[in-house]
């Protein structure tokens, strides 16, 4: 769920398949349990055994544990608080070039900074697998760019948001006509994106799971990187994006 925990199904099968089993066991096998039990512990053999069962246990229950006080700290958390307020007049602009990018989006074009001159573009970094920040992220955007803004979903997962997902993964996250989801061919190709930005990404290669900020990346029509937000507001977006066009006018 978008909480970070297995839905109903997903609870069915993580309590109900190894409770069902260990039932199984003890009903078949009930009468040997004991004597087996008691044998383990006698040996140093069994148990190292039963050791490593415990420290089994105690970091799934550490990983467990942790997990769910994320979901408890994604349920609580708000956005209305962060929506009523307005983007700072001191929140400090940026000026440098944006880097470039060249990458797929979901209808097979290729999209790049250069190309989209002229025009505001937020850029950010996503996953199509992420359950927690990423659709708050993109809901954001979709609540806070306006239509004659152009917004780049980079993928962090281009191993599974390969070129061809991407129709699949914009349909799903219902993306209006000026939003793309980008990702590449060979993945190093998004990566190198990804570290150009400093967006830092660990992977769980057990998992799939990726760790990252939510950085959303403001730039005006200059390709100039304007304002850097860390999970803004939608507010904040929309602000960003007009001050970002004004003060390109000033400029020009």
Not at 89 to 98: G, L
Request: net charge neutral; aromatic share 6%.
């Amino acid at each position: 769920m978008e909480r970070g925990l297995p839905d109903a199904a997903g609870w069915m099968m993580l309590v109900l398949a190894p409770a069902s089993l260990l039932a199984g066991i003890v009903v078949l096998w009930g009468a040997q349990l004991g004597p087996v039990l008691r044998g383990a512990v006698g040996g140093r053999a069994g148990r190292a055994l039963l050791t490593a069962f415990a420290v089994t246990a105690i970091v799934e229950g550490a990983w467990v544990l942790e997990k769910l006080q994320a979901a408890r700290a994604a349920e609580a958390w708000t956005p209305a608080a962060l929506e009523m307020q307005p983007l700072p007049e001191a929140y400090p602009r940026e000026t440098h070039a944006a880097p470039e990018l060249v990458l797929v989006d979901q209808h097979g074009a290729v999209v790049s900074l250069e190309g989209l001159r002229g025009r505001a573009v937020v850029v950010t970094f996503v996953f199509a697998h992420c359950r927690t920040l990423c659709p708050f992220v993109v809901a954001t955007l979709k609540r806070g760019a306006p239509a004659d803004a152009e917004v780049l979903l980079v993928t962090l997962d281009p191993w599974r948001d390969t070129p061809s997902a991407l129709a699949g993964i914009a349909a799903r996250w219902e993306l209006p006509a000026r939003f793309h989801v980008l990702s590449a061919r060979a993945p190093g190709d998004v990566t190198r994106v990804a570290a150009a930005y400093g967006v830092t990404a660990a992977r769980d290669e057990r998992t799939g799971d990726i760790v990252h900020p939510g950085l959303v990346f403001v730039i005006d029509g200059d390709g100039r990187l304007a304002y850097t937000f860390d999970n803004p507001p939608a507010a904040w977006v929309r602000e960003a994006i007009a001050r970002a066009g004004r003060g390109r006018a000033r400029s020009g």
